[in-house]
């Protein structure tokens, strides 16, 4: 079982950035799905920006433009850069990585950070 690690969240003025980490405790690299998901009050959990397996990266539509999933393999450390930030994106983020790789649907995930609170004001 990979253990997940979130950093970096915050509170920032709406238009502001962040940058999430997440430390994985061994290689989520390769054949993995690893991303980053997103659950805000009230609300069912989403995903915000996924990497699928050897390379293909997905957004949700509400995200593009303004965030960039990467990773440092080196280092075992998934991150996502949030430029741009509205209120819309308050919520507690999650990382998440399994293999094999099913898609972006939550469901299929058993690996899971303890989440960072991003909190947008207006």
């Known amino acids: 079982q990979v253990q997940l690690v979130e950093s970096g969240g915050g509170s920032v003025q709406s238009g502001g950035s962040l940058r999430l980490s997440c430390a994985a405790s061994q290689s989520i690299s390769g054949a993995y799905c690893r991303g980053w998901f997103r659950q805000a009050p009230g609300k069912e959990r989403e995903v915000v920006a996924i990497?699928?397996?050897?390379?293909?990266?997905a957004y949700t539509e509400s995200v593009k433009g303004r965030f960039i999933i990467s990773q440092d393999n080196a280092k075992n450390i998934l991150y996502l850069q949030m430029n741009s930030l509205k209120p819309d994106d308050t919520a507690m983020y999650y990382c998440?990585?399994?293999?094999?790789?099913?898609?972006?649907?939550?469901?299929?995930?058993?690996?899971w950070g303890q989440g960072t609170q991003v909190t947008v004001s207006s």
């Open positions: 990497i699928l397996g050897y390379g293909d990266l």
């Open positions: 998440a990585a399994e293999i094999p790789c099913r898609g972006a649907d939550p469901s299929t995930f058993k690996n």
